[in-house]
């Protein structure tokens, strides 16, 4: 008996088989896409770009004579209580978390700003 063979398949149908398959992109989505791209572009360009937003950005983050910290937040409260202030204390004048509020006085007591008179009081070094 002979053999039969299947029906040929093109090269062509073959490429177009995987491509589909694996998504493979075709030159015209490639090109779709790089035409989307240039009209965002031409758009962020008219809108003022991101340099202008970034210049915005920074102004108004920079610290100035009046921005103050958290951790001078902190250090002027408990600069007011003449015998110590207490945990409860700072944190209920300046309104931050715990978490914050602790890291903000580990770091205080680090730089040599505070010292802790006891537990949970702080003093101005």
């Known amino acids: 008996m002979a053999i039969k063979r299947g029906k040929q398949v093109s090269f062509d149908a073959m490429v177009k088989f995987f491509m589909t398959q694996y998504d493979i992109p075709t030159k015209r989505d490639v090109d779709r896409v790089m035409a989307k791209l240039e009209r965002l572009e031409m758009l962020i360009k008219e809108s003022g770009g991101p340099s202008a937003r970034q210049g915005k950005r920074k102004a108004a983050g920079a610290k ?22 207490s945990f409860a204390d700072i944190q209920s004048k ?4 715990e978490k914050k509020l602790r890291n903000i006085i580990f770091r205080l007591n680090k730089l040599g700003k505070i010292k802790r008179k006891s537990r949970g009081v702080y003093i101005a070094a």
């Open 64 to 85: 100035g004579k009046g921005a103050l910290t958290a951790s001078d937040m902190v250090l002027m409260t408990i600069k007011r209580y003449r015998q110590g202030a």
């Open 94 to 97: 300046t309104g931050f978390g």
